[in-house]
T-cell receptor, first 113, second 113 residues
Framework: GENVEQHPSTLSVQEGDSAVIKCTYSDSASNYFPWYKQELGKRPQLIIDIRSNVGEKKDQRIAVTLNKTAKHFSLHITETQPEDSAVYFCAARRDSSASKIIFGSGTRLSIRP | DGGITQSPKYLFRKEGQNVTLSCEQN?????MYWYRQDPGQGLRLIYY???????QKGDIAEGYSVSREKKESFPLTVTSAQKNPTAFYLCASSIGGLQETQYFGPGTRLLVL
């Protein structure tokens, strides 16, 4: 079945440095890729998403890149800040009302002061 | 953040007891979802509903039941058949169809006494 693998499971970076989280997906028909941020004990919240007709999307310090040929996409956070500490989930799905969204297993990002 | 609510925030279940988790949304979303999140793990889909009076099993439906009698409401019952119910339960909704951005509720933490 469909699968989304996410790496690394934990990531610690110095404040101000960049963080990169990578995901690969198995369903070549996937064309919608959201990223969620979940702070401790809170709900996941959408931070950025990308569709397959673009290769990169940026929103301030956050960017997502997509390589459809290799079936992988990445989240890039630049100039990391303490409030970036959270668990980040990638996900993938087809643009079909009959399709489920498949989540990665999550990456716990810690920002060291 | 607003628009989708879950109650209670914490729920305690005794051995052999059925408990029901509430999920309500006023976003006029057609689709609603229930996920289970275990510590350090990703989101696993329990059930989802794309329209009133219709719902589909997700990846881990055994021991759970749902109903969708109203568009706004998608309650989840954790039955006594679910032998390991301790987890964080997240409800989500989306407009439906091709618009698959999911908005999550604040979650219910279920604990077994």
């Amino acid at each position: 079945g469909e699968n989304v693998e996410q790496h690394p499971s934990t990531l610690s970076v110095q404040e101000g440095d960049s963080a990169v989280i990578k995901c690969t997906y198995s369903d070549s028909a996937s064309n919608y890729f959201p990223w969620y941020k979940q702070e401790l004990g809170k709900r996941p919240q959408l931070i950025i998403d990308i569709r397959s007709n673009v290769g990169e999307k940026k929103d301030q310090r956050i960017a997502v890149t997509l390589n459809k040929t290799a079936k992988h996409f990445s989240l890039h956070i630049t100039e990391t800040q303490p409030e970036d500490s959270a668990v980040y989930f990638c996900a993938a799905r087809r643009d079909s009302s009959a399709s489920k969204i498949i989540f990665g297993s999550g990456t716990r990002l810690s920002i060291r002061p | 953040d607003g628009g989708i609510t879950q109650s209670p925030k914490y729920l305690f279940r005794k051995e052999g007891q059925n408990v029901t988790l509430s999920c309500e949304q006023n976003l006029n979303h057609d689709a609603m979802y229930w996920y289970r999140q275990d510590p350090g793990q990703g989101l696993r889909l329990i059930y989802y509903s794309q329209i009133v009076n219709d719902f589909q099993k997700g990846d881990i439906a055994e021991g759970y039941s749902v109903s969708r009698e109203k568009k706004e409401s998608f309650p989840l019952t954790v039955t006594s058949a679910q032998k390991n119910p301790t987890a964080f339960y997240l409800c989500a909704s989306s407009i439906g169809g091709l618009q698959e951005t999911q908005y999550f509720g604040p979650g219910t933490r279920l604990l077994v006494l």
